[in-house]
């Protein structure tokens, strides 16, 4: 992963913040709240890129749709399921009304946006999220996005339900540079990854977020389940 994952002017960032997630990170969330946490629920993923987070619960047997400013699904050899996707500009655009109760599950952009830095747009996405979502908002953000007045702020209004750190640090490589990276591409992370969880269906205090720490996979897993 390159370290201007989290540079604003890192030249080697994508324009839309897109970093591939591996399915590990969506299977150490499902595993860590469990499968009943989401019964009943649709999981939407607002920037699915090239599809693993909605692949993940549609293996577990959720209905899932995703949606993009673009159509990645499948890119770099991932195999993806026949899901509803729509391109769709989940910042700008305006909220999708499901209809169903709904869970939005999403690793979001951190700061740029078309190649523009937007200020805070890791909350705006979250805060747009809660708005749209019935039931549950799980963000997968660097560890350090949970620090901040900015935070505080939007933990004031709503407070997280879980913080579920990922004691293995993902790599996140660039979804437009993994193939000139190569075998490096998901490899060697250099940055702590965490999921935030909110609960619109749960009034949670100052004091009562629950905090789990996910166990790193071993050698053997790391190697035959890489980019997967």
């Known amino acids: 992963m390159s370290a ?17 997630d591996e399915s590990w990170c969506t299977e150490a969330l ?10 009943d629920q649709h999981i939407h993923d607002p920037c699915c890129g090239r599809g693993t987070i909605p692949e993940v619960f ?13 159509d990645r699904r499948g890119e770099w050899g991932f195999a993806c399921g026949n899901w509803p996707f729509s391109i769709r500009d989940f910042f700008r655009d ?46 997968l953000v660097p560890a350090k996005w949970t620090y901040s007045d900015e935070r505080y702020r939007l933990f004031q209004r ?3 339900s879980d913080i579920i750190h990922l004691m293995e640090r993902p790599s996140m490589p660039p979804g437009h540079l993994i193939g000139e990276m190569g075998d490096k591409a998901f490899r060697d992370g250099k940055v702590d990854y965490c999921w935030v969880v909110f609960d619109n269906r749960v009034v949670v205090g100052a004091g009562d977020t629950r905090t789990h720490f996910v166990k790193p996979r071993d050698a053997v897993f790391k190697n035959a389940e890489r980019g997967r």
């Open 30 to 39: 499902i595993a860590t709240l469990g499968l009943g946490a989401f019964a």
């Open 94 to 139: 305006p909220p999708v009304r499901f209809g169903v109760r709904t869970s939005i599950v999403f690793n979001p952009p951190y700061s740029l946006q078309n190649g523009c830095i937007i200020a805070g747009l890791t909350s705006l996405m979250v805060a747009r999220a809660l708005r749209a979502a019935s039931d549950k908002v799980c963000a």
């Open 158 to 160: 709503k407070m997280p």
């Open 4 to 20: 201007a994952e989290l540079t604003a002017l890192g030249e080697d960032r994508h324009p839309w913040d897109w970093y591939v």
């Open 58 to 70: 549609d293996l577990f047997g959720f209905d899932v749709s995703g949606g993009d400013v673009e």
